[in-house]
């Protein structure tokens, strides 16, 4: 797979019926390593190691439902609230970051209320929030560090 943009981790690989798998931390299984899945496994790790978010605030590939239409997001971090703090949406790393993305992020954080937004495809990571008055993007640095 290809070097990402992201601080290494310990990655756990293996092979089963000759399809390769990828360790996810999150949901405690491993999962078929596609190009999407490779960025969405880094994601997790910055996340619980450079930002410091607890596993047990993030979830996976979870379906929700927009206009009628069910949709799945990519990542999601909780807040003790149980609102989403950051929604993250992942592409492979030959998909550009364009924007289609945006629009397909600021779909889901009007279903979702998402604080913060960040969108990669492991080359290129992008952090916003989405300004409420306007619907345009306020990029930042970075994303906040995990705090009580």
Same mark, same amino acid.
């Given at each position: 797979?290809?070097?990402? /943009? =992201?601080?290494? &981790?310990?990655?756990?690989?293996?092979?089963?019926? /000759?399809?390769?798998?990828?360790?996810?931390?999150?949901?405690?299984? &491993?999962?078929?390593?596609?190009?999407?899945?490779?960025?969405?496994?880094?994601?997790?790790?910055?996340?619980?190691?450079?930002? /410091?978010?607890?596993?047990?605030?993030?979830?996976?590939?979870?379906?929700?439902?927009? =206009?009628?239409?069910?949709?799945?997001?990519?990542?999601?971090?909780?807040?003790?609230?149980?609102?989403?703090?950051?929604?993250?949406?992942?592409?492979?790393?030959?998909?550009?970051?364009?924007?289609?993305?945006?629009?397909?992020?600021?779909? &889901?954080?009007?279903?979702?209320?998402?604080?913060?937004?960040?969108?990669? /495809?492991?080359?290129?990571? &992008?952090?916003?929030?989405?300004?409420?008055?306007?619907?345009?993007?306020?990029?930042?640095?970075?994303?906040?560090?995990?705090?009580?």
């Amino acid at each position: 797979m290809q070097e990402l /943009n =992201f601080p290494p &981790y310990p990655i756990r690989l293996k092979n089963s019926e /000759n399809k390769p798998l990828i360790w996810d931390l999150i949901r405690k299984k &491993y999962v078929v390593l596609t190009p999407e899945e490779w960025v969405r496994q880094h994601v997790l790790h910055y996340l619980t190691q450079a930002l /410091n978010y607890p596993m047990r605030h993030i979830q996976v590939e979870r379906s929700f439902q927009l =206009f009628g239409t069910s949709k799945r997001f990519d990542v999601a971090v909780y807040g003790l609230d149980g609102t989403i703090k950051i929604l993250v949406e992942c592409k492979a790393p030959s998909v550009p970051i364009n924007q289609d993305t945006f629009d397909q992020i600021a779909r &889901y954080q009007l279903a979702l209320q998402s604080s913060f937004l960040m969108v990669t /495809n492991g080359l290129n990571h &992008y952090f916003c929030v989405l300004n409420q008055v306007d619907g345009g993007y306020q990029f930042l640095p970075e994303l906040p560090v995990y705090a009580l």
